[in-house]
């Protein structure tokens, strides 16, 4: 199976920066697309940006592409976040799609846990 295992999260003054890492382990021979999506309290999951297996990325949002920068190894997605916002706080979710095993495409996407950013003085 796959694990997800976020982290970097944390307290920020406005105008910080916070790095998110992600980790995939177990049976994987490929992932085409990692992402970050996130949840701020009361409102719905949100995408962030997504990166592909050859590099191709999608930020959600100009003011995301501006401010965060998506790259990725193998089986690790990274969020570089800088110039951050109060409104920028939620979970940050990693997410993983169409992940090969070897053999087969897992039939699920995968998500982690979250990591939480607070963008605060």
């Known amino acids: 199976q796959v694990q997800v295992a976020e982290s970097g999260g944390g307290l920020v003054q406005p105008g910080g920066s916070l790095r998110l890492s992600c980790a995939a382990s177990?049976?994987?021979?490929?992932?085409?697309?990692m992402g970050w999506y996130r949840q701020a309290p009361g409102k719905q999951r949100e995408l962030v940006a997504t990166?592909?297996?050859?590099?191709?990325t999608n930020y959600a949002a100009d003011s995301m592409r501006d401010r965060f920068t998506i790259s990725r190894t193998k089986n690790t997605v990274y969020l570089q976040m800088n110039s951050l916002k109060p409104e920028d706080t939620a979970a940050y979710f990693c997410?993983?799609?169409?992940?090969?095993?070897?053999?087969?495409?897992?039939?699920?996407?995968?998500w982690g846990q979250g990591t939480q950013v607070t963008v605060s003085s």
């Open positions: 990166i592909t297996n050859y590099g191709k």
């Open positions: 177990g049976t994987i021979f490929s992932i085409f697309s």
């Open positions: 997410y993983l799609n169409r992940v090969f095993n070897g053999s087969y495409y897992y039939p699920e996407d995968f």
